[in-house]
Every structure is written in C-alpha cells, then in structure tokens.
C-alpha cells in the first residue's frame, strides 16, 4: 500500500529558530514529490521535486529529495511566526494517485 | 485568475440529508480532484478526473458518495444519503496536467449533525 509518512507531527519553535521537517515514503512507482503549506484554508504549494540531490530554495524554505533512501527534508531557517501551519508532503505515484502524508504542524513562537 | 472556486463555504445539515458540493476548477485545468480532510485521517484523495473523465474513483470511501463533471468548468460532489461521520472539510483541486502542481480551493466545511 502506497504511504507517505511525515515527523514530527507537532513541533513547536521560538522565532529565530532553524527546522526541519520530514517526508519519507513507499509509493509503486514514484514521479514527484510535493511539499504544501496549510494555514487556515487550502494548501498552498511550495516545492516539487522530481530529481535527487538537487536543493530547490524560495526564500528562506528550501527542500531536498534523495530518491535512494525515499525521502525528503523541508528546512526553514530563522523562522516567523507567520510560517506557523501544517506543512504536508504529498507524492505523486505517477499520475495513478497523489498520496498525501499527515502534516507536520509548525507552531512558530514569538 | 479567480483560482479554484468551492460552494458552499459551510454545509451544515441533518444525517439522511443529500448534500451537493460544488467546484469550479482554473480555467484550462485539465485535472480536478476531490479530497476530504478530517484530523484523524488527513488529507484524503476521493476521485480526480482528467478531461471531464473520472480516472481513479478508489478513493470514494462507498456507494453514498457520487462525482460528476459535466463540462470543463464545473464539477459536484454529492453525498446521499448522509452520515455524522461524513463530516470534514471538502477540498477541489485543479492542476494543468500530470506532474504539475495543483491548486487547491477553499474548502467547503461539512457539518452532518
């Protein structure tokens, strides 16, 4: 069965910090992995990543896949409090099905 | 670009009750998707259609459940009859084709008491 597993699920920081979030995943057949921001509403998109070892930035979010070892890392660095929100990790098992993980929710502190 | 336009916002309604959602995906979107989102089960893909066609419903949890896209700019969603435990947040989603990020409405909140 097709997964996506994502941790922590809850992670609460002080502005200013660095953090890191995972995504791992067993798909049948991977294409591309999505990284999404939820705040109040829909889930806006961040990041696609479809080769290894290649780091995408916006900003002060970046993110990596390693397709060796089937996941996927979102850092963001000197956090605000307005990147608090659940941030979901989805793959797309090539076009058969998006695959969404839990979320991990961010709590940003001021 | 109005983005992924959802209705109603909030649905609140009693259980047996037939419940429509609607969608009006991005213009020239060729893919819409349905998800439903609760805290325990996450953000769940029901049915997405590629040119008006359904392609993979395995995800509508049973028969209660029914999507429909009659032409390129509309989609439903209808429950009926309708149960306490359909209650969620139902997201529409468009994307402009396969491997390509998609956009996602607002949400319709779906209360069934």
């Known amino acids: 069965e097709d997964k996506v597993v994502q941790s922590p699920l809850s992670l609460v920081v002080h502005e200013g910090d660095t953090v890191t979030l995972n995504c791992s995943y067993e798909?049948?057949?991977?294409?591309?992995l999505l990284w999404y921001k939820q705040e109040k509403k829909a889930p806006t998109f961040l990041f696609m990543l479809t080769s290894s070892g290649i780091e995408k930035k916006s900003g002060r979010l970046s993110s990596i896949l390693d397709k060796k070892e089937l996941f996927s890392i979102l850092n963001i660095t000197a956090t605000q409090t307005g990147d608090s929100a659940i941030y979901l990790c989805?793959?797309?098992?090539?076009?058969?099905?998006?695959?969404f993980g839990p979320g991990t929710r961010l709590s940003v502190l001021p | 670009d109005a983005g992924v336009i959802q209705s109603p916002r909030h649905e609140v309604t009693e259980m047996g009750q037939e419940v429509t959602l609607r969608c009006k995906p991005i213009?020239?979107?060729?893919?819409l998707f349905w998800y439903r989102q609760t805290m325990m089960r996450g953000l769940e893909l029901l049915i997405y259609f590629n040119n008006n066609v359904p392609i993979d419903d395995s995800g509508m949890p049973e028969d209660r459940f029914s999507a429909k896209m009659p032409n390129a700019s509309f989609s439903t969603l209808k429950i009926q009859p309708s149960e306490p435990r359909d209650s969620a947040v139902y997201f529409c989603a468009s994307s402009p084709g396969t491997n390509q990020p998609q956009h996602f409405g607002d949400g319709t909140r779906l209360s069934i008491l």
């Open positions: 213009s020239g979107h060729d893919y």
């Open positions: 989805a793959v797309d098992n090539y076009g058969q099905n998006f695959v």
């Open positions: 798909v049948t057949n991977f294409r591309s």
